[in-house]
């Protein structure tokens, strides 16, 4: 066992507004700069963060794509430092649902979904081209294999792909709106998907109401061996930190695949090396009408003053978790 | 926002969870009793108003009402009452609403439930209006499971005990309960989770024990309703398969299965 590189990961767990690329922009820059502050490799943010989900016909219209990669510009120039991994629509031959993998003022790849769901609420099929690779990036030294959301509900999908080719961690952005009984369903999956892939995995959900949907947060950060590290809250904003100890990523990568019935190319790509110097200091240490209560807020903007970056400040966590877990008590 | 309070449990849960989402300054709730409006569903309102400090606007409707009945009285001659008269009173309430939200500016919360959009025991244009539809998609018996959680949390009585004790009635018409029309709400729930949420065939539904006319009944009365569905305001999805984008059905459709 080689040196273990210490990944400290911010899930910012946001709610984003269809079509609002000036609020959401703010929202996404606001938690680079406490993510940067607080020593973050990487902060991660949900599926088509940028332009909000789901955007449905808006996608039709030209100037709605080639907005949102303008505002995708700004969030690159805002990462000095730092890694970013953020959801938007990738206009270029597609559309695809896409993932910008930033990294210190420059966009270092993008990420197309490959599973697209098109069954209850989800029509993507309708909007979008599939992704055809699913590279490992290296970030800070460490093998991240990055996915969209449905990505991850197929267990011959690309995370089997991306772990049998180096990822110790698997990023998975998402926009996972609430049924009765969901959380436990996807708490259950996900271990499962990380226990069977020997990955830690970074779920982060979209939070918010949007039309009929509610996006309940409940961003997750489960352990190789299935366990929980961290959760994101429920119904409201949150920005999860972790650390998390991972072996560096092995060999040159770049690997046809081998077992299950993958068949996406997984290249290598290097993001980051060297893992950033962390500062030497401590961090404070996550219903059904509630789901009715937040879509409620969320089409009366008039009546309800969405919650403030500082006072997302407040619910910034630090979980410390079980002995043994990825978390160091400092 | 604005909510049309009769003193039943729909209504009550809804103005609740309004008063839980904006503030109770930020809710207006309206009486709008007719002649089949029992005395104890207008102190429930009255009572339920008070609990959630929101004011409580009283329009009675039985002037306009009556002059429906006269309006109507040369077609309506020589027919017995019944469901077009009992709709004339909702739609009244409906248009009493959108006409306090044109004034005003507030959006109109309709407060019917998954069990009545599934069977269609709702009125078009009346306690269908609105903007948002917040229970749309909680199934009966999960209403009075919610109005019971929330008075657990608030520690007291919020939603008042004898609107949940009380018999379900759409109060249209005289001495009218809902079992008038459906079958008793633990049946019907169990039949629309198997057709609605799971698309059992109306034999598969057999098969599990329930009584073959029920069954029949209610897939039909589903089925017919599809075209009240799609004028529906939009709702929250709470349920695995929601009405909408979850559960896509052609209006015309003579599959009987």
């Known amino acids: ?330 | 926002m604005v909510i049309g309070l009769s003193g039943g449990v729909d209504s009550s849960l809804v103005a609740t969870i309004a008063v839980d989402a904006l503030g109770a300054e930020n809710v207006v709730a309206v009486a709008m009793p007719s002649r089949y409006s029992s005395q104890g569903s207008l102190s429930d309102a009255g009572l339920l108003a008070q609990n959630l400090g929101i004011s409580l606007m009283n329009i009675p409707i039985e002037k306009v009402f009556q002059a429906y009945l006269d309006l109507l009285a040369g077609p309506f001659s020589g027919i017995e009452s019944g469901t077009a008269e009992e709709n004339i009173q909702a739609r009244i309430r409906g248009n009493l609403l959108m006409a306090l939200s044109n004034k005003f500016g507030w959006l109109v919360l309709a407060t019917g439930n998954k069990s009545e959009m599934a069977t269609g025991y709702t009125t078009l244009y009346g306690d269908m209006a609105g903007g948002f539809s917040v229970i749309k998609d909680v199934p009966k018996t999960m209403v009075y499971k919610l109005a019971r959680y929330r008075n657990s949390v608030a520690g007291m009585e919020l939603i008042p005990p004898s609107v949940l004790a009380k018999t379900p009635s759409a109060e249209l018409g005289p001495d009218q309960r809902d079992t008038d029309t459906l079958p008793p709400y633990e049946l019907l729930d169990s039949v629309l989770t198997a057709y609605v949420e799971e698309d059992k065939s109306v034999e598969q539904i057999i098969r599990q024990g329930v009584d073959p006319e029920v069954v029949k009944k209610v897939a039909r009365l589903v089925d017919a309703s599809e075209y009240k569905r799609r004028q529906a305001p939009p709702g929250v999805k709470i349920t695995t398969k929601a009405f909408g984008r979850d559960r896509r059905l052609p209006i015309t459709n003579k599959f009987r299965g």
């Open chain 1, 1 to 330: 066992m080689g040196s273990v590189h210490r990944l400290r990961v911010a899930m910012a767990q946001i709610n984003a507004t269809v079509g609002d690329f000036d609020g959401n922009l703010k929202k996404i820059i606001e938690a680079i700069e406490q993510a940067r502050s607080l020593g973050a490799d990487l902060v991660t943010f949900p599926e088509l963060a940028l332009c909000g989900y789901p955007p449905e016909d808006l996608i039709l219209k030209p100037q709605f794509v080639s907005d949102n990669q303008k505002y995708l510009g700004r969030v690159v120039r805002a990462s000095s430092g730092l890694s970013v991994v953020v959801g938007f629509i990738d206009g270029r031959d597609g559309p695809y649902n896409a993932a910008a993998i930033i990294h210190d003022g420059k966009l270092a790849d993008i990420y197309h979904k490959i599973c697209l769901p098109n069954y209850g609420v989800f029509d993507e099929n309708r909007y979008f081209q599939s992704g055809k690779g699913c590279p490992v990036y290296v970030v800070a030294g460490v093998g991240v294999g990055v996915n969209i959301c449905e990505d991850i509900w197929h267990e011959d999908g690309p995370v089997s792909a991306q772990a049998s080719s180096g990822a110790g961690v698997i990023v998975n952005i998402s926009a996972s709106p609430y049924h009765y009984g969901k959380a436990e369903y996807r708490k259950k999956t996900l271990a499962r998907r990380a226990r069977d892939n020997g990955v830690i995995i970074v779920y982060n959900n979209l939070v918010g109401g949007q039309d009929e949907l509610v996006f309940d947060g409940n961003s997750l950060v489960i352990d190789a061996k299935g366990r929980l590290l961290a959760q994101g809250r429920q119904f409201t904003e949150d920005l999860v930190l972790v650390d998390l100890d991972v072996e560096p990523v092995a060999g040159t990568g770049g690997s046809t695949p081998t077992g299950g019935r993958e068949q996406w190319p997984t290249a290598r790509v290097v993001v980051s090396e060297l893992p950033s110097p962390k500062p030497n200091r401590r961090y404070p240490g996550g219903s059904l009408v509630e789901a009715m209560t937040l879509l409620l807020k969320s089409i009366t903007p008039w009546c309800w003053a969405p919650a403030t970056m500082s006072t997302r400040m407040v619910l910034v966590k630090w979980l410390l978790v079980s002995p043994g877990a990825l978390i160091p008590a400092w």
